[in-house]
Nanobody
């Protein structure tokens, strides 16, 4: 099981970015998959997770209405569309899964077993 995140970068406040996570070793039709982030000096937090078997999503309060998680099963890819970015969104973003979790809420609030390498997102003018 592997996950590879990409798409980070530098963006001005109010701007947008789309992160991609290509997965291998499993299919996007059963486990939950999610995005997490860790800012300097802060704990890692669940940002958004998707239950791939029933398409139920979970979002952290800080990103509701601005971020959207989605997936393309044919491309084995999960996306995080981030709009109206704020300086406080600056962090290293990771995608993660746990084959024992099918619930988006449980994944985002738990400790996923499998992580991809992070991608840096910096929101600054």
């Amino acid at each position: 099981v592997q996950l590879q995140a990409s798409g980070g970068g530098l963006v001005q406040p109010g701007g947008s970015l789309t992160l991609s996570c290509v997965v291998s070793g499993f299919t996007l039709n059963r486990p939950a998959v999610g995005w997490f982030r860790q800012a300097p000096g802060k704990e890692r937090e669940g940002v958004s997770c998707l239950s791939t078997w029933n398409d139920i999503t979970h979002y952290a309060d800080a990103v509701k209405g601005r971020f959207t998680i989605s997936r393309d099963t044919a491309k084995n890819t999960v996306y995080l569309q981030m709009n109206n970015l704020r300086p406080e969104d600056t962090a290293v973003y990771y995608c993660a899964t746990d084959l024992g979790h099918s619930s988006s809420y449980a994944l985002c609030n738990g400790r996923p077993s499998t992580w991809g390498a992070g991608t840096q997102v910096t929101v600054s003018s």
